[in-house]
């Protein structure tokens, strides 16, 4: 059985509309001549706002399909075409509706170009590809070095020279120069709206916890898909107001407090309520580092090496994941960590077992790995999973 997740905050009910805003703009824009990219997720699409490229994210759209419930419809639709199962969900989905009728929001407008970045996703490239020859239409890949300790000099050096040859493919595309005072806006406005992002982030340390996932789930489409854009900056200075507001007055999650529990990996779209059934002993998620990866601070006054370094990130090596995660439950005062072994999101899932060491060492925190698939929930089982949480939250207790 899957549910929607309980959310707390006034604010979180705006974001559905900010979504549909998002989606059938960039419809509109596809009618008034405006250029349409369809990006990955986590680039520089701060570049592509200030170039005025309508941007859409196959990644979130199909998350959103995923809550709609209607996914697995699109992700048949690919497998009869071909594409095997064992294909990251997001990817199925997208292709899916390229082939089947009945997308939520009309789906997503046809590209004039596409822009990929070559990095940590290695199915980014090829499901590119795919969409490059479906739609016949430019490709523009980012070939982001591989960063796995310190983000050195020489890779904010190569990234920026991909930044540059970014901006004179948008250029010879769009018929348009870079204003870069227009980018340094921009940047600004991004730079604003992860400020925002860290700062309710933030807020989720205090006892108890004023926001919980399902909130939080939901509040990050703008830092996913908006940076760059006041649209961000607005709904976030509602958001922190909102939050702020709850932890003066002491409100929390739930009634009462007993288990502060973190998330690792991309959570189940299709059962974001699954966050509810820990509030039946107690338990909240005070924390998934998944969701504060997306905010990046930025300089305007340099807005391409600041670009480079927040789209640099090493935050998927052993490291750098097991000393932020550690620094993070100590922060905010984690009992528990629940960690979603992803079938679509390997890079995510794979050094799971060595964090799961790494906490309970270091921490004494116990963890819990579940099996499933962030998009595609044809073969969760929701009582095995609920029976493996009650062992776990017995045992925690």
Sequence with gaps: MTEK???????????????SEHYLGAHEAKKQGKPVTWMTGYDPVEILYAMDVAVVYPENYSALCAVTQVAPKFIEAAERSGYSSDLCSYARNTIGTTFEEGAPLGGLAPPDFLVVARKFCKTHIKWWQVLSRRFNC???????????????????DHYVSQLEDLIDFLEDRTGKKMDYHK???????????????????????????????????????????LPGTKTAVDFYERLRDEVKERVKNKMGVIPEEKYRLTWDNIVLWYNVGLSNYFHRYGAVFVLEPYTMVWSGRLDSSNPLES???????????????????????????????????????????????????????????????????????RAYSDAQIKTKIDAFMEMLG
Excluded at 142 to 147: E, F, G, H
Excluded at 201 to 222: E, T, Y
Aim: charged share 25%; net charge neutral; proline share 4%.
């Design 5 to 19: 997740g309980k959310k707390g905050l006034e604010t979180s009910k705006e974001v559905f509309k900010l979504a």
């Design 138 to 156: 430019p490709l523009f890949i980012i070939d982001a070095p591989y960063v796995t300790g310190k983000v050195e000099d020489y890779h904010i």
């Design 183 to 225: 980018l340094a806006e921009v940047v600004k406005l991004s730079d604003r709206a992860s400020g925002l992002w860290d700062e309710v982030m933030g807020m989720r340390k205090n006892v108890p916890c004023p926001v919980g996932a399902a909130d939080i789930l939901s509040c990050m489409f703008a830092i996913v898909t």
């Design 307 to 377: 670009l480079a370094r927040k789209y640099l990130s090493p935050f998927i090596e052993l490291n750098y994941r097991a000393w932020s995660m550690v620094e993070l439950c100590k922060q905010y005062k984690v009992d528990g960590a629940v960690m979603h072994s992803n079938r679509s999101c390997k890079f995510l899932s794979l050094l799971q077992y060595e964090l799961k060491d790494i906490l309970m060492d270091r921490l004494g925190i116990p963890s819990l790995i579940i099996e499933a698939d962030h998009c595609d929930g």
